[in-house]
């Protein structure tokens, strides 16, 4: 069975800095695509970034410029750099990878709080 699982995730004062994970128990390199969602209290899960095999990058308004997406085929991780955080970035983080199918992760809290 698939599994993905994130870190990284946590809390970080405004301004700053944090990094997620997705490590995932088959072959990156083969996906289809894969990317990072998030979702806030009482909204709707939301994309934040998503990266295709051929390397095309996605990002939503309100992280462009401020993160970067980023895959590495020999550890089967995909990373989400999230710079100059706000409090508004305050989410449940997923990472999700399509091979046939869409796979998830379990989500992970990051909180930006002073």
């Known amino acids: 069975q698939v599994q993905l699982v994130e870190s990284g995730g946590g809390l970080v004062q405004p301004g700053g800095s944090l990094s997620l994970s997705c490590t995932t128990s088959?072959?990156?390199?083969?996906?289809?695509?894969m990317g990072w969602f998030r979702q806030a209290p009482g909204r709707q899960r939301e994309l934040v970034a998503t990266?295709?095999?051929?390397?095309?990058?996605r990002y939503g308004d309100s992280v462009k410029g401020r993160f970067t997406i980023s895959r590495d085929n020999a550890k089967n991780t995909m990373t989400l750099q999230m710079n100059s955080l706000k409090s508004e970035d305050t989410a449940v983080y997923y990472c999700?990878?399509?091979?046939?199918?869409?796979?998830w992760g379990q989500g992970i809290q990051v909180t930006v709080s002073s």
């Open positions: 999700m990878v399509s091979w046939r199918r869409e796979y």
């Open positions: 088959e072959t990156i390199s083969r996906a289809i695509a």
């Open positions: 990266l295709t095999s051929h390397g095309t990058t």
